[in-house]
């Protein structure tokens, strides 16, 4: 059966480390991957698309990467900040149709 | 831009009630889409519309549920009759464009629902 696991802990990090989330997965074959912030009682919030044929995209202090032989994504944030904290959220997308990851909370300690 | 306007936020009814969420997209986008999301399953797509016209309905659980797109700048999901287990928060997302390369989605604050 398709699944998609992201970290199953929540992760707690020093303000100005680099927090790295994973997404791994099985029995898929996505086009693109999208990674997703979401904080409590909000809606999630795009953050980065990577497609199948990238192996890294790069905004300001986020990256991802892609690896498709792997079926592993990577998400790092660096030098993160308290307003860091949220839940980050992996897409696999075939098509018009995402399939979310359970998420992974992240908090950042001052 | 507003984005994505779902309402209402909460809704607490009883079971056996009908219950109807409300969603407005954003202004020129062709893409809509429901999405349920609990603690034990995550974020479930429900069903996809594009260009008001429905696309794909696989995600809705049973003939309980049922959702309408008469225009392009208004949907409903409707509930009936509700039971304890739909209790959940219900997101509505629009994007502009659905191709392989699929734009991101924008999604609204969702609709916290609670069915006793």
């Known amino acids: 059966s398709q699944k998609i696991e992201q970290n199953s802990e929540a992760l707690n990090i020093q303000e100005g480390k680099t927090a790295t989330l994973t997404c791994n997965y099985t029995?898929?074959?996505?086009?693109?991957l999208q990674w997703y912030r979401q904080d409590p009682g909000r809606g999630p919030v795009f953050l980065l698309l990577?497609?199948?044929?990238?192996k890294e995209k790069r905004k300001e202090r986020l990256k991802v990467t892609f690896d498709t032989t792997l079926k592993q994504s990577l998400f790092h944030i660096t030098a993160s900040q308290p307003a860091d904290s949220a839940t980050y959220l992996c897409?696999?997308?075939?098509?018009?149709?995402?399939?979310f990851g359970a998420g992974t909370t992240v908090t950042v300690r001052a | 831009d507003a984005g994505v306007i779902q309402s209402p936020r909460h809704e607490v009814t009883e079971m056996g009630q009908e219950v109807t969420l409300r969603c407005k997209p954003i202004?020129?986008?062709?893409?809509l889409f429901w999405y349920r999301q609990t603690m034990m399953r995550g974020l479930e797509l429900l069903i996809y519309?594009?260009?008001?016209?429905?696309?794909?309905d696989s995600g809705m659980p049973e003939d309980r549920f049922s959702a309408k797109m008469p225009n392009a700048s208004f949907s409903t999901l409707k509930i009936q009759p509700s039971e304890p287990r739909d209790s959940a928060v219900y997101f509505c997302?629009?994007?502009?464009?659905?191709?392989?390369?699929?734009?991101?989605?924008?999604f609204g604050s969702g609709t916290q629902l609670s069915v006793l």
């Open positions: 990577i497609r199948e044929n990238e």
């Open positions: 997302a629009s994007s502009q464009t659905v191709t392989i390369d699929n734009e991101k989605l924008f």
């Open positions: 202004s020129g986008h062709n893409s």
């Open positions: 029995n898929y074959s996505p086009a693109y």
């Open positions: 897409a696999l997308g075939i098509d018009y149709k995402l399939s």
């Open positions: 519309f594009n260009n008001n016209v429905p696309i794909d």
